[in-house]
């Protein structure tokens, strides 16, 4: 009997932290606490030059992810309906036009246009237009991938837009501010847009940008709030 007792004891100890492990996990479940989403630090640059002086090492991956980053502008940057619309959100002298105003313009991009509508053709008789590449937002060089992430970015002088100032991707990420040389971005940032965004009325890129970054920062508050809840803090 006395073994058996023994025996007992032992396999109880043995599953008490799979039991307490889970209780913590149920708890957290059940009190609203998610993990706060992820993030990673990523430099800014405006060209591989920069790249280099911080990586003089590295000069041939400089110029391979610069160049990446200028393919990605040509393909995904927002595109404008008319010059104006693209200045109204992005200042004047920061836009230039669309590779595709050589094109003919039989069908557009139905994802992503902001008006919620199909595409237009431009109205201002000068085709589409689009941000100029501030520069571009790389990841972690020595972060252990083959290829460190990039994304082009952009920043607005416009006064009366809502991401003056700001840094913002393609797809509307704010990711810091105008001179930030570090930023911490969440990995969508990072995704490539399968096709540009469509602006189709002047604004309308800026209230999205500015629409995306108050989500995010509520969704990180409540995040936290709820972490500090949950732990008693």
């Not at 004047?92 to 237009?120: F, H, I, K, W």
């Not at 990711?175 to 995704?191: C, E, I, K, L, M």
């Not at 209230?207 to 995040?223: D, F, G, L, N």
Request: overall charge positive; proline content about 6%; glycine content about 12%.
């Amino acid at each position: 009997m006395k073994r058996s007792s023994n025996v007992r004891r032992a396999r109880f100890r043995k599953s008490a932290p799979m039991v307490t492990t889970l209780a913590i996990s149920v708890s957290m479940v059940l009190s609203g606490c998610a993990p706060a989403p992820k993030q990673e630090e990523a430099q800014i640059y405006r060209n591989a030059a920069e790249c280099k002086q911080v990586y003089p090492d590295q000069p041939g991956l400089c110029d391979q992810v610069f160049g990446s980053a200028q393919v990605d502008h040509l393909a995904t940057a927002p595109r404008f309906d008319g010059l104006a619309q693209c200045e109204a959100d992005f200042g004047v002298g920061n836009c230039e036009a669309a590779p595709e105003n050589t094109l003919a313009q039989n069908s557009g991009y139905g994802d992503g246009s902001v008006d919620g509508g199909q595409p237009q053709q431009a109205s201002s008789g000068g085709g589409w237009f689009m941000p100029m590449m501030m520069g571009y937002m790389m990841g972690n060089m020595m972060g252990g991938r083959s290829a460190p992430r990039q994304a082009p970015v952009y920043s607005s002088s416009a006064p009366n837009s809502p991401i003056k100032d700001k840094l913002v991707t393609g797809k509307g990420d704010v990711v810091g501010n105008r001179g930030d040389r570090t930023v911490r971005a969440a990995p969508s940032a990072f995704q490539k847009a399968s096709a540009p965004t469509r602006v189709t009325r002047s604004g309308g890129f800026g209230a999205m940008a500015a629409q995306k970054s108050q989500a995010a920062a509520r969704s990180s508050t409540s995040t936290s709030r709820n972490t500090s809840r949950s732990f008693g803090g």
